[in-house]
């Protein structure tokens, strides 16, 4: 306001009505509908990448729920498998013979190989165990599932492909640029491509003669002219191995061409061969040595002989190097050690500590300390106690390394200030007048806490307990540096102070394994830790629910 | 062994406490008067877990620190009890595999011909092991008997047991409260200790300022400087602070404008919905966000970057910040809700009594007063950033490169702690020394980050009505 103003003029009134407030008014609320927008948008982006993570973890996953075997007919010779001794026979002749049978016409030796290939190394060892179980079916025909080896069972899975690209999307693209200047053609069936090759005769050695020259450096001189700008990788592709040798025929069989610039025709590789001549550049997919394997592996089909059983496998066995074979036994029970001990040692100290802080500890400067470092506990990284158990429990208690009392006691001290947290809160929630009236009656203060308050509070600790042992669950980083990451091929030596694995490491591990195969374990290995995560999470809600008093 | 020895603590604990209640129970026989000072103090239960308590506490605690100390200190008198020629000019490395070769043949495993000096050495392990758990056997269970008689002559019917069981089990509560204490203790004397031990085999300029991590040492002696290790450090951290930063501008968005719509503008239903789902994201272990990003994101980002024609690496730093800022998103969702929940209803209803749209309030009015709670999430995901392993162990590189580019390989503290302690660990190589040398840096800037976001809240935090 300006000084001449006074408090008798009146102020302009403002017109509400006007066009320009309107559109004021328009675009305030536009404002307000577009930050709605951002927040809904927010919150769609949010529940759409939490679906894409399960969409993507289910359908890489959901296949190694089944696992392709091949019905083996097998012949219990009593005469090969001595009935007092069922595991000592050859079982892996057995294994060769029984399936070579549904193969009559294969004799090749090297065929038979392959042929083999088709059946998972561990064939002999599920047969084996089958006639140890079963011992009463020695001398009979029996038909036994045997899954099927890695490649086979994700291409009946399809999985992967019988064919595949052989060319990346830029390689095409280089082709195209080639074909477009119109230097390809076809001569004998091969598709080559011509090119300006100037004969250096500083290349060739004058005591070696064009025989002894290096032609590749020529070649690629030469085809360079084609892509200024490019990597050299990138036209090296292109021609075929045999483009040096070629030319260094056509030079040897005319040396009069040394010095001057000559057209050669030079082949291509085979991959762009196949593209020039059927516009397609699909070749079979290496993992399979030869399109023998797809004929033998269709006609098991074919015959019926080929089942999708559940993969109890993969609850049931110990990891092994071929994923057909590989289970989570030894990691569920690494796991379940680890927890037992993580939860018998944080559950009371939790407690313990919780109740003292809350409601006997002084207000002094002692207690804030303490109070201070349990909140830093909870916000430190999992790796720094990864680094803890290694220097301390491993270091200096000398426990043994990849322990599940080890990997048990790191839990611990990561669960400590949630259970602490959840405990504190749950005796908050008990009202006074209960303390009070216990008082009232005589106890003491511990009475009235360990005989009234804590049973009280009993369901949000459990609730908060659980929630941190769900937590612990999915901790991989210190497991993996006190090195409970062992592989466990055998489920026979669990306790508590073996080598263990537990699930998270156990996916980790997966994870890093070239296999394809284990690309699905992984995936139904983390589903299953996925599983017992919402169960734990589904119970705690329930407790909370049931048992929650509203005071 | 051990488990009989402590089920055999259990028993006698129990029986103690039997032999308490019954003694306990007696002293109603031995009243003639009915004066009130003659009376039982305690309750006879009482009697008896006082005598349970000194059974058993003691002895559990002998166990405990002997099974705690036993393997050093006969790994010690192991070593001391070789001839001197054996073990003189013995690194670290070679006395303990020295010392695991002997373990081994006391086991039975045999590999090969050893001496004779070895071959007694492990006889020695194993009857020195023996020796130690008869001992600890013997002295645990004597001292739970003659703490048990000690116990039961103390008994007497004005004996105010129940103040002693609640003295002790205060003491009890006192030491897991304790515990917290300890380990931070723990974790800053043993990071503190190695990180010691590296920055003497390695000086700290290089560390904090050289530019080179290379951290392979040479396994011998005479493989030369170039198998010598760099180890500055830079590198390591600047593709810590890209990843968190790219992680940090994938969730503050997302959780933010989250927040803001679940708090002013979503109805109680839909609240109940979304906010569930949203804690889901943060209950997902990050083993699996790790293998999500490598198997779903890293291929999408790179046929993206192909198809624009970028050039970009399969662990590029792109693909693991954006994976973690997927994980930090009900971080940063929930804090801000409390946040914004936080401001009281006077002030939003000023604002909408002046004219302002829903709008208008929050960013004019709710925004700024929630700012310090907001700042504190931002800060507290960060640390969470920072200190995340698992993600970037599957999704980003282990090869340092200096750089700002987010579509090439950075590596993290956390890969490089990991990567250098997997596998053997040699306690002297300054390979396995610089691991711990991050993780102090790590613990201690996640810790100051900790205590500066606390501060903003405190400090900058309105104090309503």
């Not at chain 1, 305030?28 to 769609?44: C, E, F, V």
């Not at chain 1, 026979?89 to 042929?115: C, I, M």
């Not at chain 2, 043949?105 to 008869?134: C, H």
């Amino acid at each position: 306001m300006t000084e001449t103003a006074t408090l008798s003029t009146p102020r302009q009134a403002h017109d509400w009505t006007s066009g320009t407030a309107k559109k004021r008014v328009r675009r305030r609320y536009a404002a307000d509908r577009r930050l709605q927008i951002y927040g809904i948008s927010a919150i769609g982006i949010a529940m759409m990448l939490l679906g894409v993570l399960f969409v993507s973890l289910i359908h890489a996953g959901y296949v190694a729920f089944f696992t392709t075997k091949v019905n083996l007919a097998v012949n219990l010779d009593p005469a090969k498998i001595d009935a007092s001794k069922p595991a000592d026979a050859n079982y892996r002749a057995l294994t060769k013979d029984s399936f070579l049978a549904y193969f009559p016409e294969v004799t090749d030796k090297r065929e038979q190989t392959d042929l083999l290939k088709i059946l998972s190394s561990g064939a002999q060892y599920i047969i084996r165990d089958y006639v140890v179980a079963n011992p009463d079916k020695i001398g009979q025909q029996v038909t036994i599932p045997v899954a099927v080896s890695d490649p086979f069972d994700q291409l009946y899975k399809n999985v992967i492909p019988r064919q595949i690209e052989a060319l990346a999307s830029d390689r095409i693209a280089l082709y195209r640029s080639l074909n477009q200047r119109g230097v390809i053609s076809v001569e004998n069936d091969k598709s080559v491509v011509q090119v300006d090759a100037f004969i250096d005769p500083a290349a060739i050695p004058a005591d070696g003669g064009p025989v002894a020259a290096n032609f590749q450096k020529i070649v690629d001189e030469s085809f360079r002219t084609y892509f200024m700008g490019k990597t050299i990788l990138a036209y090296q592709e292109i021609l075929s191995d045999t483009a040096a040798d070629t030319l260094k025929a056509r030079v040897i069989a005319d040396p009069s061409v040394i010095g001057k610039t000559i057209l050669v025709k030079l082949p291509l590789a085979e991959a762009f061969d196949n593209l020039h001549r059927t516009g397609e550049s699909k070749i079979r997919n290496p993992r399979f040595k030869s399109d023998n394997e797809f004929r033998w592996f269709d006609s098991l089909a074919e015959r019926g002989l080929i089942s999708t059983p559940f993969t109890t496998e993969l609850f049931v066995n110990a990891d092994s190097r071929f994923p057909e074979l590989a289970g989570l036994a030894g990691a569920l029970s690494g796991s379940f050690f680890a927890l037992l001990v993580c939860f018998l040692l944080s559950f009371p100290i939790g407690i313990a500590a919780a109740l003292y802080l809350e409601e006997f500890a002084p207000k002094n400067r002692w207690t804030d300390l303490i109070e201070v470092n349990i909140n830093n506990l909870a916000a430190v990284p999992s790796v720094v106690f990864g680094l803890l158990g290694l220097a301390v429990f491993i270091g200096v208690f000398g426990l043994p390394r990849s322990a599940p009392l080890v990997g048990g006691m790191v839990l611990s001290l990561m669960t400590l200030p949630t259970i602490i947290v959840a405990t504190r809160a749950a005796l908050k929630a008990v009202p006074p007048s209960i303390r009070e009236a216990a008082l009232g009656v005589g106890a003491s203060k511990h009475q009235v806490m360990t005989h009234h308050v804590v049973p009280l509070a009993m369901p949000g600790i459990l609730t908060g307990t659980i929630i941190g042992l769900a937590q612990a669950l999915g901790e991989t980083a210190p497991l993996l540096l006190i090195g409970m990451n062992a592989f466990i091929p055998s489920v026979e030596n669990m306790g508590l102070l073996e080598p263990a694995m537990a699930l998270p490491t156990q996916i980790f591990s997966w994870a890093d394994s070239p296999e394809r195969g284990f690309v699905s374990r992984t995936s139904a290995a983390i589903l299953v830790l996925l599983g017992f995560l919402i169960i734990m999470n589904i119970t705690a809600v329930y407790l909370r629910r049931k048992f929650e008093r509203k005071w | 062994m051990v488990s009989y020895l402590l089920l055999a603590l259990l028993i006698l604990t129990i029986g103690a406490y039997y032999v308490g209640l019954a003694q306990a129970r007696g002293f109603t026989d031995k009243l003639a008067s009915s004066d009130r000072a003659d009376q039982q103090h305690s309750l006879s239960a009482y009697h008896g877990a006082f005598m349970a308590a000194w059974a058993g506490i003691p002895a559990l605690f002998l166990i405990l620190i002997w099974l705690l100390f036993q393997n050093s200190v006969i790994d010690y008198l192991l070593l001391s009890s070789l001839p001197a020629e054996r073990t003189t000019g013995l690194d670290k490395g070679q006395i303990n595999l020295l010392l695991s070769e002997i373990k081994s043949i006391a086991k039975g495993n045999i590999f090969g011909t050893p001496d004779d000096v070895t071959l007694a050495a492990a006889e020695r392990y194993n009857s020195w092991q023996n020796i130690a758990t008869m001992a600890m056997v013997a002295l645990s269970l004597a001292l739970a008997v003659i703490a048990a008689f000690i116990a039961r002559s103390r008994l007497a019917p004005r004996f105010r047991a129940r103040n002693s069981v609640e003295r002790i089990m205060t003491y009890l509560m006192i030491g897991c409260s304790l515990i917290a204490i300890l380990t931070t203790l723990g974790i800053v004397l043993s990071l503190l200790y190695e990180t010691a031990r590296f920055f003497a085999k390695v000086p700290i300029t290089e560390f904090f300022f050289g530019l080179n991590w290379e951290p392979q040492i040479a396994m011998r002696e005479d493989q030369g400087l170039s198998g010598g290790g760099a180890f500055g450090a830079i590198p390591v951290f600047t593709g810590t602070l890209l990843i968190a930063l790219l992680a940090m501008m994938v969730a503050t968005p997302i959780g933010l404008f989250a927040a803001i719509y679940l708090v002013e503008y979503a109805s109680a239903g839909a609240r109940s919905v979304i906010k569930p789902l949203l804690e889901i994201l943060a209950g997902i272990p990050t083993v699996v966000y790790g293998f999500f990003a490598v198997l779903t994101v890293a291929p999408a980002m790179r046929q993206f970057a192909e198809s624009v024609g970028l050039d970009m690496a399969p662990n590029s730093a792109l693909v693991a910040g954006g994976v973690m800022g997927i994980m930090l998103i009900p971080f940063i969702s929930s804090l801000s809700d409390d946040a914004i929940a936080a401001v009281p209803q006077s002030l939003r209803d000023g604002s909408y009594g002046l004219g302002a749209t829903k709008g208008e309030t929050i960013t004019n009015v709710l925004l700024p007063a929630a700012l310090p709670g907001i700042m504190g999430g931002i800060l507290l995901a960060v640390s969470r950033a920072i200190g995340e392993t698992m993600i970037v162990v599957m999704a980003a590189g282990i090869i340092a490169y200096l750089t700002f580019n987010p579509f090439d390989p950075v590596t993290t503290v956390t890969v490089q702690i990991v990567t250098l302690l997997i596998g053997d660990v040699e306690f002297d190589n300054p390979k396995t020394l610089a691991a711990f040398a991050l993780g102090l840096v790590l613990f201690l800037v996640t810790l100051v980050l900790n205590v500066i976001a606390l501060h903003i809240v405190r400090k900058y935090r309105e104090q309503y009505d």
